[in-house]
């Protein structure tokens, strides 16, 4: 804890969305993916980018538009990838 790993993370997705790759940040829980997209939505915003959250439906919330960043936990990716 308090090691600056959202910070870092923020800085790589960042660099990917940019460079026109998908980004999907995997977290440890529901928690931590929705206070980590509304937390760094500011900083994806300055660059340009939009952020959602995959949500417990499997579908995606989306804080903006189409998003560059998503957030979720594993195991939502995995019922998401499932129904698709």
């Keep these: 804890t308090g ?3 959202t910070l870092t993370l923020s800085l790589i997705a960042g ?3 940019c460079c026109g790759k998908p980004v ?3 977290t440890s829980d529901r928690y ?5 997209a509304v937390e760094q939505e500011p900083f ?3 660059l340009g980018l ?3 959250v995959l949500s417990d439906e499997g579908a995606m919330h989306k804080l903006s ?3 560059d960043v998503v957030y979720g936990t594993a195991e939502l990716y995995g ?3 499932l129904f698709k």
């Design 50 to 52: 939009s952020v959602g």
């Design 44 to 46: 994806y915003a300055a």
């Design 3 to 5: 090691e600056g790993k």
């Design 32 to 36: 931590l993916a929705r206070r980590d």
């Design 24 to 26: 999907e940040i995997v």
């Design 15 to 17: 660099f990917h969305a």
């Design 79 to 81: 019922f998401a990838y």
């Design 65 to 67: 538009r189409e998003p």
